[in-house]
């Protein structure tokens, strides 16, 4: 069994919502954000997370942030500027990208 970690989410979607509860089922401590707060405060409700101002704040403590977005253009804005993930992010965590997306976004957020 790997070590619990320290998880954030990035959207709370069809497939973010359900996977986010699983991390914690399986004992990480999981931070989450969604644009819609009532959608954030729901998953907490439903299974006892935190929840984040912003995608900076639910990476901050994070080991690894998954990433559950619509497209290119909400990659770009959860990932980067002042409030993004990557201005959160501490040195040696992980950020797992489940947009489906092109190679060039996948090659954009690495040299960010």
């Given amino acids: 069994m790997p070590e619990p970690r320290n998880v954030a989410f ?25 644009r819609t707060d009532a959608r954030a ?3 907490v409700a439903k299974h006892k997370g935190k929840t984040a101002t912003s995608p900076r704040e639910a990476a901050a403590k994070a080991d690894v942030v998954f990433m559950w977005v619509g497209n290119y253009d909400d990659v770009r804005s959860v990932a980067h500027g002042a409030y993004g993930i990557l201005a ?7 950020l ?3 947009t489906t997306a092109s190679d060039t976004l996948v090659r954009e957020l690495p040299e960010a």
């Fill in 10 to 34: 990035i959207g709370l979607g069809v497939m973010g919502f359900p996977v986010a509860g699983h991390m914690v089922k399986a004992g990480h401590g999981v931070t989450v954000w969604n």
């Fill in 96 to 98: 797992v990208d489940h």
């Fill in 41 to 43: 405060e729901a998953w």
């Fill in 88 to 94: 959160g992010m501490k040195k040696g965590a992980v």
